[in-house]
């Protein structure tokens, strides 16, 4: 399979746009919701903590200044992301919502018809007859139009004790914390403290901040869950911007080159594996693992040059100097068998000859995928 080294190139691009874009997100959602959603997550778990967030709100009628900016939920109109789109469909403004009336996914639509007329959502239901969470948001709309107010629903969250407080023969034993919570604090106290130098702040205060929890409202925070969400996250993030290096590392490595073509060998025509395979004499095979291996050559040093015979041969004796891995991939022990190979019939040949010469190759630390040779007298 050969690829253009400008369309793999294109293909980096657009990942990097792609991430730049979730990171406008990020900060947007970080900046309209506050720091209730934890922002350094992947793009569906961001869209799901945000479409929770927004579901609070508007059970306590508090989702009126939802103000996100237009331009940074347009990038994600078309996202493959369900919970993407249904997060652009709750908060994008009006003039833009009749596009996802049509979207594939369910939670999508149903996104559209809160926010569309009765025209719109009849329109809807003549296309799905039988979607009965439609008809019931058709039925609310109505109700609402006509000045019936809807029955007011209680936010969970704020349910901290449930309903029978007034109960006094029974005592609180005070709130289940959620995942979410946990979740939430651990993000305020990377936020807080990951910029600590010595980097090994976290195990101690979540041993304060439990106790502290304890000692002021009472409350058992599991000490061994919130230190781990918080080793999450940071690993988490600590992902994410490995892969960020990586690919502006592989972009730069693709403009440096884009004017030749990038070749991206596959197992079944990998052509270490068939250099190894060949049946070849020693001349041969170093012959054909030069060329595999794009192995360069030098002269003769003059300090090994008068330890050498050669009476018998018209050509002068050509040193390895340095090579690298077909498409420059990183060593695998397929190109370690090839390389030992091509060092010990390297040898022979020599031995045949007579001459003391013997070679040995190793790999360079500082570029991966290359390596050189070392030549000594025997």
Same mark, same amino acid.
């Given at each position: 399979m050969r690829l253009k080294l400008k369309e793999l190139q294109k293909v980096v691009e657009e990942t990097i746009s792609e991430e730049r874009a979730a990171d406008t997100l990020r900060e947007e959602v970080s900046r309209v919701l506050g720091p209730s959603v934890i922002t350094n997550v992947k793009l569906e778990s961001l869209a799901? *903590?945000?479409?929770?967030r927004i579901d609070v709100l508007e059970r306590t009628g508090r989702d009126g200044n939802l103000n996100f900016k237009t331009s940074v939920l347009l990038k994600f109109a078309n996202s493959p992301i369900a919970e993407v789109r249904r997060l652009v469909a709750r908060t994008i403004p009006e003039q833009f919502v009749a596009r996802f009336k049509s979207d594939k996914d369910a939670s999508v639509r149903h996104a559209v018809a809160r926010r569309s007329s009765l025209g719109v959502i009849k329109e809807m239901l003549r296309r799905e007859p039988g979607?009965?969470?439609?008809?019931?948001?058709?039925?609310?709309?109505?109700?609402?139009?006509? *000045?019936v107010p809807s029955p007011k629903q209680q936010d969970?969250?704020?349910d901290i004790y449930g309903e029978k407080l007034g109960d006094s023969t029974k005592q609180s034993t005070g709130p289940e914390l959620s995942d979410q919570w946990y979740a939430m604090t651990a993000h305020k106290a990377i936020s807080d403290y990951h910029h600590n130098i010595e980097g090994m702040w976290d195990e101690a205060w979540a041993h304060r901040y439990c106790a502290s929890i304890k000692a002021t409202s009472g409350v058992d925070v599991d000490e061994k869950k919130l230190w781990g969400e918080i080793?999450?996250?940071?690993?988490?993030?600590?992902?994410?911007?490995?892969?960020?290096?990586?690919?502006?590392? /592989?972009?730069?490595?693709?403009?440096e080159n884009s004017e030749h073509e990038f070749v991206v060998y596959t197992e079944e025509t990998d052509p270490v594996q068939d250099l190894i395979e060949s049946n070849l004499s020693s001349i041969e095979y170093v012959k054909k693992a030069n060329? /595999?291996? *794009?192995?360069?050559?030098?002269?003769?040093?003059?300090g090994l040059r008068k330890y050498m015979v050669a009476e018998g041969y018209r050509t002068e004796?050509?040193?390895?100097?340095?090579?690298?891995?077909? *498409?420059?991939?990183?060593?695998?022990?397929?190109?370690?068998?090839?390389?030992?190979?091509?060092?010990?019939?390297?040898?022979?040949v020599q031995k045949q000859r007579g001459e003391p010469i013997r070679i040995d190759w190793s790999t360079n630390p500082m570029a991966p995928g290359t390596f050189s040779f070392s030549a000594e007298l025997k």
């Open positions: 799901e *903590g945000a479409n929770d979607n009965d969470e439609l008809r019931q948001i058709y039925r609310q709309k109505k109700l609402s139009e006509a *000045g969970p969250h704020l080793q999450k996250q940071l690993k988490d993030r600590d992902d994410r911007t490995l892969e960020r290096y990586a690919l502006k590392e /592989v972009a730069r490595y693709l403009k060329s /595999v291996f *794009g192995i360069r050559e030098s002269s003769m040093p003059k004796t050509m040193i390895p100097c340095n090579g690298k891995t077909p *498409g420059n991939r990183h060593i695998s022990r397929l190109d370690e068998r090839a390389l030992d190979l091509y060092v010990k019939r390297w040898n022979d």
